[in-house]
């Protein structure tokens, strides 16, 4: 009986110890679902608030957008400005403000009203228009006139200069006078030029060539050589009087000068002298210097 009753109280003991696990098991199931339910609101919490967050970004960037627009708008002088009407013969178009374009995408012209007058603000615009075009054509004319004047004086300048030297270390005629033939000085040595006549002529060609002591004086024969005798090669110095440095025959067509000073400056002249005494000087040209 003893043993019986202490079976029992084993027995009872151990359904009371698996009635306490079981029910400890539940509790902590209970735990376990309520953790899991918690993390799951504090997930849904925390993506609210970031969705929160995320709206009130896109709405202050919508707003600060808006605002910049605005200020830009207010900034812009686009709604100040009018397009020029195009003027066509005949019809005046009246301008339009930028504003009042439409928004369709396609482009518009202003209406053309024929013989008829918009307004005083469009009179006055095409009557300044037409005096500028006026102006411009005026001025226009008055350069075309201004530049064909020109160059008609410089043709007349140019043919009435004597013809270049051909030698590129010849130096020009001097400015003054004298150095015409008509100024020579009655103490010449050699016989005055006269103007050339029928069937005499002066030497063509007229250049000098720097050498190391001087210079190279060369000429061609004039047109006419019927009763040419000879060649008179004359020098003056500083503007004075003509000096004949040389008569050379008619065969020769050079000479050489030497240079004796760098001061100052010297002309010469090549003269055609004829069998009946006639002399017909050629072009004066002049060196710096001092030559013999």
């Known amino acids: 009986m003893a043993v019986k009753k202490t079976a029992k109280k084993s027995a009872k003991k151990a359904v009371k110890k698996s009635a306490v696990k079981k029910t400890s098991a539940k509790k902590a199931v209970k735990k376990s ?3 899991k339910t918690s993390a799951k609101k504090a997930v849904k919490k925390s993506a609210v608030k970031k969705t929160a967050k995320r709206a009130v970004k896109k709405t202050v960037k919508k707003s600060t957008i808006k605002k910049s627009a605005k200020k830009v708008a207010k900034k ?5 400005i009018v397009i020029p009407p195009v003027p066509t013969p005949g019809t005046r178009i009246a301008p339009k403000s930028i504003n009042s374009l439409p928004t369709t995408g396609t482009a518009t012209t202003g ?4 013989g008829k007058e918009i307004s005083p603000a469009n009179k006055s615009a095409d009557k300044s228009s037409n005096r500028v075009m006026i102006a411009v054509v005026v001025g226009i ?9 020109r160059n008609s004086s410089s043709s007349k300048s140019d043919s009435a200069a004597p013809a270049a030297s051909n030698s590129a270390s010849a130096a020009p005629a001097t400015p003054d006078a004298s150095t015409t033939p008509e100024a020579t000085a009655a103490s010449s040595t050699a016989a005055t030029p006269s103007a050339a006549t029928a ?3 002066e030497p063509k060609g007229i250049v000098a060539h720097y050498t190391a002591n001087g210079a190279t004086i060369f000429w061609q024969s004039p047109t006419e050589t019927t009763g040419l005798s000879n060649y008179n090669v004359e020098i003056r110095s500083n503007g004075g009087a003509w000096k004949l440095i040389s008569t050379v025959p008619a065969s ?9 000073d760098a ?6 002249r090549v003269s055609s002298v004829y069998s009946d005494g006639q002399v017909i000087g050629g072009k004066v040209f002049g060196l710096p210097g001092q030559y013999a």
């Open 111 to 114: 209406t053309a009203t024929t």
């Open 199 to 201: 069937g005499h002529t």
């Open 141 to 149: 004319v008055l350069l075309a006139l201004v530049v064909v004047s």
């Open 252 to 260: 020769q067509l050079s000479i050489d000068i030497t240079k004796g």
């Open 33 to 35: 679902a309520v953790k």
């Open 76 to 80: 812009s002088p686009a709604a100040s």
């Open 263 to 268: 001061v100052g400056w010297s002309s010469f």
